[in-house]
């Protein structure tokens, strides 16, 4: 038997950008529903996204979910930028005129999300599974699931959104020949832990070291999180916590600072990855965050980009639903990609700059150099970094 029902917009995927889209929806009275094929205990621990560009900040306050970010959140005014065994520190607030960025973690951010989207009574699926999207032809798509108890819903929406993340199903539900990708793939990933231990400086420290990139950041007073370049094909088991705290070490260390270690409560490698798909709509059914778009996290930008796009899809969504104006829907992907694609180039930037290729040759590890000297030297260099890093486009919600 399947279960009939009805709804403004159905969300695929309870990630920030679902969770987001659904609250900012609500706030202009738009009803939805959200699917998600993981547990609410798995979406709420899984270890991501750190940092929170200046407008990304502002806009969770001024939506109503800032109370516990203003409360834990670190607010930091640069970062150290590292190379050839000395550290050189980047004062985002003097570049920028006053632009900072935050850490305060994804998974904080999704407990907030669901905490107060549960609160106000909404509809939220979790443990979902053979998600399917359909009559995408339509001004009446539908969104198939089967929830946890095994009955499979059948709901009529007015727009349905993507926000499934990069393995998600409704990318590939757009029209053959529709979407065109463009990808890079690097030869290197990042092995992340999560280690008990104060952060051993006060702002990140991003190091290119010849044994490879490390970086330092954080996510309490009393948590570090670190990353370390490895081999695209490497195992984890070959990484016992002795060797990590130890070429850590060897990456970060410079005279006069110690990398402290303290127990590690996590650790996995993950693939570095550019992938845009073009374009992010199809009629009714929207992609959002890592569903259209994924960067490697050497900017930090997949999770602000995700939000940035609910930001635009909520507002596009009640202009057609409410007040029948498909302007907004029909500029949404060119107006989501132009700061996507921004993104894509500084975080492509920052990557190629501070890690080791093991495919260059001294040509290419002497341009590298040369380019953090320049960005360490010039304020007009420095600037470059500072307001792509901090979020060169602005986020508005009135
Ligand atoms: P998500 O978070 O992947 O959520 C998608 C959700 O959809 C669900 N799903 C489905 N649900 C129902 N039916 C289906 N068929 C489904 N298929 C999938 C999934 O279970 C999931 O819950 O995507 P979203 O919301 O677009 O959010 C994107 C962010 O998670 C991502 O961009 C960031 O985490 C990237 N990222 C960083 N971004 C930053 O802005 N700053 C950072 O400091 C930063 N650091 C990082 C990162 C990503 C990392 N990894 C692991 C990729 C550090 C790392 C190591
Ligand atoms: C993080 O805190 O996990 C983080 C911060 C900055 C990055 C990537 C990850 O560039």
């Known amino acids: 038997m399947t279960v009939s029902s009805r709804t403004q917009?159905?969300?695929?995927?309870?990630?920030?950008?679902?969770?987001?889209?659904?609250?900012?929806?609500?706030?202009?009275?738009?009803?939805?529903?959200?699917?998600e094929n993981r547990s609410r205990a798995y979406c709420e621990a899984r270890q991501r996204a750190g940092l929170l560009e200046?407008?990304?900040?502002?806009?969770?306050?001024?939506?109503?979910?800032?109370?516990?970010?203003?409360?834990?959140?670190?607010?930091?005014?640069?970062?150290?930028?590292?190379?050839?065994?000395?550290r050189h520190h980047l004062d985002f607030r003097d570049l920028t005129g006053g632009r900072w960025v935050t850490i305060y973690a994804q998974t904080e951010i999704v407990k907030d999300l669901i905490q107060a989207r549960l609160a106000a009574g909404a509809a939220i699926e979790f443990e979902v599974s053979d998600t399917e999207v359909g009559a995408l032809d339509t001004?009446?798509?539908?969104?198939?699931?089967?929830?946890?108890?095994?009955?499979?819903?059948e709901v009529t929406c007015d727009a349905i959104a993507g926000c499934d993340g990069f393995h998600g199903i409704c990318r590939d539900s757009m029209p053959a020949g529709l979407v065109q990708v463009a990808e890079r793939a690097y030869p290197y990933s990042w092995l992340g832990i999560l280690a008990t231990v104060p952060p051993s400086s006060d702002e990140l420290v991003y190091s290119r070291h010849e044994k490879g990139f490390a970086l330092l950041t954080m996510r309490t007073p009393q948590v570090s999180r670190l990353y370390l370049q490895v081999p695209a094909d490497e195992r984890i088991e070959r990484w016992s916590d002795d060797r990590i705290w130890a070429e850590l070490r060897h990456r970060l260390t410079v005279p006069g600072w110690e990398l402290k270690d303290g127990p590690i409560t996590e650790k996995a490698i993950s693939p570095m990855r550019s992938f845009v798909a073009s374009p992010m709509r199809y009629r009714r059914l929207f992609l959002a965050g890592d569903?259209?778009?994924?960067?490697?996290?050497?900017?930090?930008?997949?999770?602000n980009l995700a939000l940035a796009d609910v930001t635009a899809l909520a507002k596009a969504l009640t202009s057609l639903l409410s007040g029948g104006q498909a302007q907004a829907a029909d500029a949404y992907s060119d107006t989501c990609l132009r700061r996507v694609w921004r993104a894509t180039h500084f975080s492509w930037w920052m990557t190629s700059m501070l890690h080791v290729d093991p495919h260059a040759d001294q040509f290419g590890a002497t341009l590298q150099l040369s380019q953090l000297r320049y960005v360490t030297s010039s304020r007009a260099a420095a600037t470059t970094l500072a307001e792509n890093y901090t979020g060169y486009f602005a986020l508005t919600w009135d």
Do not use: C, W
């Open 54 to 86: 200046a407008g990304t900040t502002e806009l969770l306050r001024t939506v109503g979910l800032g109370a516990r970010m203003d409360a834990e959140g670190l607010e930091h005014g640069g970062i150290y930028l590292q190379f050839e065994g000395e």
């Open 139 to 153: 001004d009446q798509p539908v969104l198939r699931f089967t929830d946890s108890a095994g009955t499979r819903h």
């Open 291 to 303: 569903a259209a778009h994924i960067v490697p996290p050497t900017g930090a930008k997949g999770l």
């Open 9 to 35: 917009v159905g969300i695929v995927g309870a990630g920030p950008a679902g969770l987001l889209l659904s609250h900012l929806l609500a706030l202009r009275g738009i009803d939805s529903i959200v699917v």
